[in-house]
């Protein structure tokens, strides 16, 4: 059964920094991992998907990497911004286009 | 843009109560699904639809059905609300590209049930 994982749970960084943010997941057959951004109650909102065959997909000041031998990606956030500030939600989807997530990162990005 | 809407971003019923929540697409998607998010439990798939009239159960679909009459719109029923479906409610949909890989999905800005 495929299980996915975000380390850390929460994250507090300081305005202007460049941080990683990490997922892994335990099956390698996977077709895509996508990505989302999710506020305070409110929905979640697409970042990046990056296909099977793909390493990495870049979109502004994020850029994600996918390496599925090893099960693992990461999300990288250049040059940090408070309005950053949110829960970070990494999934992966098997065939049928199910999505598998993982519990979140909590970013905080102090002014 | 894609756009995801969901009838209610909150709504408060009663147990026992015959529950309607109401998930609409504007992006002739052919996949539509719904989960639940939980302190946690994270996000969890409840069920989803590949087509008009097709439904597939998903990992925890107890206690909840769904219709999907026409493709842009897809429902999501409590037949007897329990206190233990208080939860947010998240619709999502995707296109169906043929292949998976392709498959991004787009979420709604969510549906926060209280069941008393």
């Known amino acids: 059964k495929q299980e996915v994982t975000q380390i850390p749970a929460a994250l507090s960084v300081p305005e202007g920094e460049n941080l990683v943010l990490n997922c892994s997941f335990t099956?390698?057959?996977?077709?895509?991992l996508q990505w989302f951004r999710q506020d305070p109650g409110k929905g979640l909102t697409s970042l990046l998907l990056?296909?099977?065959?793909?390493r990495e997909q870049t979109s502004g000041r994020l850029n994600a990497s996918l390496d599925k031998s090893s099960g693992r990606s990461t999300l990288y956030i250049a040059a940090s911004q408070p309005g950053d500030s949110a829960t970070y939600l990494c999934?992966?989807?098997?065939?049928?286009?199910?999505?598998?997530f993982g519990q979140g990162t909590e970013l905080s990005v102090k002014p | 843009d894609v756009k995801v809407t969901q009838s209610s971003r909150y709504l408060v019923k009663r147990t026992g109560e015959k529950v309607f929540l109401e998930c609409v697409q504007d992006?002739?998607?052919?996949?539509m699904f719904w989960y639940r998010q939980d302190p946690g439990l994270g996000l969890r798939l409840i069920y989803f639809?590949?087509?008009?009239?097709?439904?597939e159960k998903g990992d925890i679909p107890e206690g909840y059905s769904v219709s999907r009459e026409k493709k842009e719109r897809f429902s999501l029923i409590l037949e007897s609300a329990s206190t233990n479906q208080t939860s947010m409610y998240l619709c999502?949909?995707?296109?169906?590209?043929?292949?998976?890989?392709?498959?991004?999905?787009?979420f709604g800005p969510g549906t926060r049930l209280t069941v008393l």
């Open positions: 999502a949909s995707s296109f169906d590209s043929g292949t998976s890989a392709y498959n991004e999905q787009f």
């Open positions: 099956d390698s057959a996977i077709y895509n």
């Open positions: 990056i296909q099977s065959s793909q």
């Open positions: 999934a992966v989807s098997n065939q049928g286009g199910k999505l598998i």
């Open positions: 992006m002739d998607h052919e996949n």
């Open positions: 639809s590949y087509d008009v009239k097709m439904k």
